[in-house]
């Protein structure tokens, strides 16, 4: 099972700062199959990116991924009130496993 | 607009069967695949398994010998049964789709989830 970790556990910014969040896997995930999520307090996860780098429907611009092999990066590049949530980082490489979350607080 | 629904008991006693409804509205399960996930209270996502449009299932390898999932077309509804619950199985339980769908030449997208429902709180306890 390829495992996720995110770091840091906890982000705190201030709106319009800039968030970089970490996932790295205990196994390479050489075809890039890795998604990031959204989740806010009482809602399901959102889809923000998937294959990396690619953004799904509707994702502002502010949101991208990158990374390879068994470090991957989710950038927020300016911080808007509505981004302060939760995020997951999810591979397919290797059946389904999920990360234990980063929080991006204000 | 596709949206999905869980439902089910919200408490079910040790050792018994967990048994939850995902309905889909605004749209078909046909080429598309449905998945289970479950989140324990304060803690992360859990991939359950899945059950294609055909009737073609898959599972978490943690959970596979007691997981059970179904499709009903008729009423465009997908089930999960979960057996011998313990405290631990305690979770906001998801329904979801993979992102992408079939043809007979294959499958777009990937394993990704696009498309979620609200979640639905089962408490195991006695």
């Known amino acids: 099972e390829i495992v996720l970790t995110q770091s840091p556990g906890t982000l705190s910014l201030s709106p319009g700062e800039k968030a970089t969040l970490s996932c790295r896997a205990s196994?390479?995930?050489?075809?890039?199959?890795l998604a990031w999520y959204q989740q806010k307090l009482g809602q399901a996860p959102t889809l923000l990116i998937y294959?990396?780098?690619t953004r799904a429907t509707g994702i502002p611009d502010r949101f991208s991924g990158s990374g390879s092999g068994t470090d991957f990066t989710l950038t927020i590049s300016r911080l808007e009130p509505e981004d302060f949530a939760v995020y997951y980082c999810?591979?397919?490489?290797?059946?389904?496993?999920f990360g234990g979350g980063t929080t991006v607080e204000i | 607009q596709v949206q999905l629904q869980e439902s089910g008991p919200g408490l079910v006693k040790p050792s018994e069967t967990l048994s939850l409804t995902c309905s889909v509205s605004?749209?078909?399960?046909?080429?598309?695949?449905w998945s289970w996930i479950r989140q324990p209270p304060g803690k992360g996502l859990e991939w359950i398994g899945y059950v294609y449009s055909s009737g073609s299932i898959g599972h978490s390898p943690s959970l596979k010998s007691r997981v059970a999932i179904s499709l009903d077309t008729s009423k465009n509804q997908f089930t999960l049964n979960l057996s011998s619950v313990t405290t631990s199985d305690t979770a906001l339980y998801f329904c979801a789709r993979r992102g992408g769908f079939c043809t007979s030449s294959g499958c777009s997208g990937n394993w990704f989830f696009d498309l979620w429902g609200r979640g639905t709180l089962v408490t195991v306890s006695s």
């Open positions: 999810q591979q397919y490489e290797s059946s389904v496993t």
């Open positions: 294959d990396t780098s």
């Open positions: 196994q390479s995930v050489s075809s890039n199959f």
């Open positions: 605004g749209g078909s399960l046909n080429n598309y695949y």
